[in-house]
């Protein structure tokens, strides 16, 4: 089954302490990208990345980093969290870029809180 | 620079029709797009609309585009209470064709 998996679905963290959020996608798509989802704003992108080693800041970067270090992975790192980053979490993976209309997949989201 | 629109909150009774609208900025748009939240679920892709058509239809769903005036439309004929979720509407646009999402829009289908 085609899909994009998230872990953890929900964590509860302090601040200050290093976490990761990982995604995986199995479509061997070439496209993948975080947003985040807070009330009022709607998803607001967070880092995208076209291929493996490739990736660039989306909308509100700051605070958080990714990698794509192979094509089916695209974990989110926040090195030193803050509650303002309380938020929930979505990956997403297409093909290519975001214009195709049947092809981005979103993951199940993460719901993480920064204590 | 690119910014869409929704309101926030709509209410309708099981079995009338739901219109939700979203105005967005981006011109050179290719494909517009709805998305459907469940509560606690992810996103689901709706439906979506070229941007050189005005409607499209799809079962109960019939989109509407005005691109003169940058406004989409969403119409959910007979609602049901499994239409309850948020809807968001989203552009394709910008240098990387990335999504650009609007607030949501929170549909409540009372029985």
């Known amino acids: 089954e085609a899909q994009v998996t998230q872990n953890p679905r929900y964590l509860i963290t302090v601040t200050g302490k290093k976490l990761t959020v990982t995604c995986s996608q199995n479509?061997?798509?070439?496209?993948m990208s975080w947003y985040r989802q807070d009330p009022g704003l709607g998803l607001r992108q967070i880092y995208y990345?076209?291929?493996?080693?490739?990736?660039d800041k989306g909308d509100v970067p700051e605070g958080y980093k990714v990698s794509r270090k192979e094509k089916r992975n695209f974990p989110l790192i926040l090195e030193s969290p803050s509650p303002n980053q309380t938020s929930l979490y979505f990956c997403?993976?297409?093909?290519?870029?975001?214009?195709?209309?049947?092809?981005?997949?979103f993951g199940p989201g993460t719901r993480l809180t920064v204590l | 620079g690119e910014d869409v629109e929704q309101s926030l909150f709509l209410s309708v009774r099981e079995g009338d029709s739901s219109v939700i609208n979203c105005t967005y900025t981006?011109?050179?748009?290719?494909?517009l797009y709805w998305y459907k939240q469940e509560p606690g679920a992810g996103l689901q892709l709706l439906t979506y609309?070229?941007?050189?058509?005005d409607m499209k239809q799809d079962q109960r769903l019939t989109v509407l585009l005005n691109k003169k005036d940058k406004h989409l439309s969403l119409r959910i004929a007979d609602t049901q209470t499994g239409d309850s979720a948020i809807y968001f509407c989203?552009?394709?646009?910008?240098?990387?064709?990335?999504?650009?999402f609007g607030t949501g829009t929170l549909l409540a289908v009372q029985p």
């Open positions: 997403a993976s297409s093909p290519t870029l975001a214009g195709a209309p049947d092809t981005q997949y």
């Open positions: 479509m061997n798509h070439e496209y």
């Open positions: 990345s076209m291929n493996v080693e490739v990736t």
């Open positions: 981006d011109s050179s748009s290719t494909y």
């Open positions: 609309i070229f941007s050189n058509m």
């Open positions: 989203a552009e394709a646009g910008g240098a990387t064709n990335k999504l650009i």
